[in-house]
């Protein structure tokens, strides 16, 4: 593409971004705007799968994405006495860091001059001649204006989550522990030393229970180890959200652009965070968009963003599909079914492990 063409990009998370900093290492024009008056995120985990590596290697941040983070290496299932179900190894060791921190970093190495703040941006406010992409995240407006009828799929499960400052017990140190049973999940994930990300995930009506505090989530634990009042107690913030996607099968007959306005991330394929790969979607989709779009001529653009649907379309429903299943069957409202499950993760073998982690690194 003529790179005097500027790209507009609606959204300032981790989708937007991504793509911003494909375009600015591709010497493209763009603006990025941000409805928001800063650019910010919460203090929360984000994990970066090996096969992104290569992408944050290409941008010059992989050692500091490394420095801020942590190596997970193996992946256990315990139950709430913190007994071991399963312990599975990582051949290939993903990142666990502090979702603000990465994100700092990403907007710290942009041209602060193509960011616009404080800028609500909507589809009418282009030119049908203008490339615009979308990156708005799971509640687009441009999504919505596009396919009205496309719905978000409620799981009927919430999520608290926040980084705690803490030093726990060496068996901690590069591992993500997973706390599950009675329909209830908690998880430690190691992201650098004395830093562990968590979350908490239950079912229940957002009515009741989105100003649930600190409080609330330890009487909801109260029976479980230690180590998890530990990590609560350490934590300052907690962040709410529902856990919600679109329906693979809902969206595949729906394009993801119309004209010369792409979707792309959270805006076209939200997920929920059981496979921890929410980013690394976005951040490799933006890596491949900008990378067409570096190559291709003014005339050839239609083509491009007609065309990012079936590139990314296949490996994006697989992992959308795996972590909403992986999800539903680790919370059981049947005691019976309960035990099925947590006896089935004792007799997990690692190949299957291997099996099912593979997907998001194809």
């Not at 989708?15 to 493209?28: F, Q, R, T, V």
């Not at 030119?127 to 509640?139: C, E, K, N, P, R």
């Not at 107690?233 to 993801?256: M, Q, T, V």
């Amino acid at each position: 593409m003529n790179t005097n063409t500027t790209i507009n990009i609606v959204g300032g998370g981790i989708a937007g971004i991504s793509l911003a900093m494909g375009l600015e290492k591709s010497g493209m024009e763009y603006k990025l705007f941000e409805k928001n008056d800063s650019l910010t995120y919460d203090w929360v985990g984000l994990g970066i799968s090996s096969n992104i590596f290569q992408i944050l290697e290409s941008w010059d941040v992989l050692e500091e994405t490394k420095a801020i983070g942590g190596e997970i290496r193996q992946f256990c299932f315990v139950d709430k006495k913190l007994n071991d179900l399963s312990i599975m190894k990582i051949s290939k060791p993903p990142l666990s860091v502090n979702r603000k921190l990465f994100y700092d970093l990403l907007v710290d190495k942009l041209d602060q001059s193509r960011i616009k703040t404080g800028k609500a941006i909507y589809t009418d406010d282009f030119d049908t001649d203008d490339l615009v992409v979308y990156a708005d995240g799971i509640d687009s407006k441009a999504r919505k204006s596009m396919h009205p009828d496309l719905k978000l799929r409620d799981s009927g499960q919430l999520l608290w989550r926040g980084i705690s400052n803490v030093n726990l017990d060496k068996r901690f140190v590069h591992s993500y522990h997973d706390f599950v049973g009675e329909n209830l999940r908690f998880a430690i994930i190691y992201s650098g030393e004395g830093c562990y990300s968590w979350y908490l995930i239950k079912e229940g009506n957002v009515n009741n229970l989105s100003k649930a505090d600190k409080s609330d989530l330890k009487e909801w634990v109260k029976d479980y180890h230690s180590v998890i009042h530990e990590v609560l107690d350490n934590s300052e913030g907690i962040y709410f959200s529902e856990l919600k996607d679109i329906a693979p099968c809902h969206r595949s007959k729906k394009g993801w652009h119309l004209g010369n306005s792409l979707l792309t991330g959270d805006a076209i394929h939200p997920m929920t965070p059981n496979m921890a790969n929410g980013a690394c979607l976005a951040i490799e989709g933006a890596h491949v968009l900008a990378g067409s779009l570096s190559n291709a001529t003014d005339k050839e653009f239609e083509e491009i963003i007609a065309g990012y649907k079936q590139q990314r379309s296949a490996k994006v429903n697989r992992v959308v599909h795996q972590s909403w299943y992986f999800g539903k069957m680790l919370h059981q409202r049947n005691a019976i079914m309960d035990k099925m499950v947590m006896n089935s993760l004792r007799l997990t073998p690692q190949f299957m492990f291997d099996k099912i982690y593979s997907a998001v690194l194809k």
